[in-house]
């Protein structure tokens, strides 16, 4: 679906030229910057190629790993049942899925995954929603205790044959890194997220996002595969040559778009970071969040639960955290990270901020009291938190935000 641009005197010149550099200089293979308005697109640009070794341009219709991006989606599919009654948000997980009770945490100072205590607290469905249950993935911190633990028990990037269910069973296995509530640590919490879906709905994950948001948004191209027919649209993605160097020019393919993961259909939906997607489908489903929660006469979320996402469910003094980088003054909501702390060299109309990205380079914020909204796009493995992203969000608040 074409995207309709409205016209406005607002010059993105500078925004453009910067986006393009990061192509020109070998450091991204391709780049798409959208800003909105409201919820007018008020510039749309694309950079770069389809892959790297053709040098077909990049289309507009172009299919992206979305990774992370996908937590959005799936917080608020699990929101629209908060919207029908179906659980309250300090419901124990367990009361739906049994695996969950009488968890083990992992004991202060521990050596070993073996170093654990009884729990004292139950996870709560808010603490799936707002990562801080106390699960972990694996990646983040590979060196941790905890994160070795994952590693044994499961590959969360490469455990495809896995069903939902299958996938957290075994997470209920593993012990926790907190007590549920306490802290906040990158997570599978969203792939358990989907599994609830499943259960509260009765619909496995991917038929119930394509009958509850995708048909009714006209998302057409967002799932989670690319069938044969729409492989022409799907970008190469592509990893630096040092990983330890951001922005060191050279890349290398890390998946391919013919014969890579997503040409087939897989068992695992996952929730954390299964979708691809296209600029105009994801847009459309930011426009329904920024719009209150209705998008086109589609009534998705109620305007007062999407508020309730936007609202801290982290504890007094708990803050989202990195080991490789900081995001200071940033909290969690239900599905988002939030802006609750302006730090030096945010503009003041950031506040409140909120937003989330997927590792591959998909990153997408709404900014209420700067009316304003970002969604830049590539395929480069790590791309979440890199400085193209950065300059991207910061042209754009300079030329486009409400003063």
């Known amino acids: 679906m074409a995207l309709t641009i409205e016209s406005t005197e607002l010059d993105f010149t500078s925004m453009h030229e910067r986006m393009a550099s990061y192509v020109d200089k070998d450091i991204l293979s391709c780049c798409a910057t959208l800003v909105m308005q409201g919820t007018k697109i008020v510039d749309y ?21 979305m990774y992370s991006n996908t937590k959005l989606v799936t917080s608020v599919a699990l929101m629209m049942l908060y919207d029908e009654g179906r659980f309250e948000l300090d419901d124990p997980l367990s009361k739906f899925m049994p695996a969950f009770a009488d968890m083990q945490v992992l004991a202060a100072g521990a050596t070993s995954a073996d170093d654990v205590v009884a729990a ?27 994160d070795q633990a994952y590693n044994k028990t499961i ?23 907190y007590e549920a509530g306490t802290s906040w640590r990158y997570s599978v919490a969203t ?10 709905s009765g619909q496995k994950f991917d038929a119930f996002l394509q009958d509850r948001i995708f048909t009714p948004l006209a998302m057409t191209d967002t799932d989670f595969w690319v069938p044969a027919e729409k492989a022409s649209r799907f970008i190469t993605m592509y990893a630096p040559t040092d990983l ?9 393919k890390a998946d391919d778009s013919t014969a890579g993961q997503y040409n087939q259909q897989r068992k695992l939906l996952s929730g954390g970071g299964g979708l691809v997607s296209t600029v105009s489908d994801y847009v459309t489903f930011l426009q329904m969040l920024v719009n ?29 955290a990195f080991p490789m980088w900081a995001m200071p003054g940033t909290v969690f909501g239900l599905g988002f990270a939030l802006k609750q702390d302006l730090q030096e060299g945010d503009p003041a109309n950031a506040q409140n901020e909120y937003q989330w990205g997927g590792l591959a380079g998909t990153h997408s914020w709404m900014a209420p009291e700067a009316d304003l909204t970002g969604f830049c796009l590539t395929q480069r493995l790590p791309g979440f938190w890199h400085p193209f992203s950065h300059e991207f969000k910061s042209h754009a608040y300079a030329i486009a935000g409400k003063k």
């Not at 004292?120 to 905890?146: M, N, Q, R, T, W």
């Not at 590959?155 to 926790?176: H, S």
């Not at 792939?191 to 509260?200: F, G, H, Q, S, Y």
Request: hydrophobic share 45%.
């Open 45 to 65: 640009k694309t950079f770069g190629y389809m892959n790297l070794e053709d040098k077909v341009p990049l289309q507009e219709d172009a299919i992206y790993r």
């Open 120 to 146: 004292k607290k139950p996870i709560l469905i808010k603490h799936i929603l707002s990562h801080s249950a106390g699960f972990s993935y694996g990646f983040v911190e590979p060196d941790s205790v905890i």
């Open 155 to 177: 590959n969360v990037l490469g455990d495809f044959d896995l069903d939902l269910e299958e996938f957290c069973a075994k997470v209920a296995t593993l012990p926790l890194a």
């Open 191 to 200: 792939d358990v997220c989907a599994r609830l879906v499943e259960v509260l």
């Open 244 to 252: 330890l160097d951001p922005m060191a020019p050279g890349l290398v």
């Open 292 to 320: 209150g929660g209705e998008w086109n006469g589609q009534r998705i979320l109620q305007a007062e639960t999407l508020e309730l996402m936007r609202t801290n469910q982290l504890a007094e003094g708990v803050h989202v």
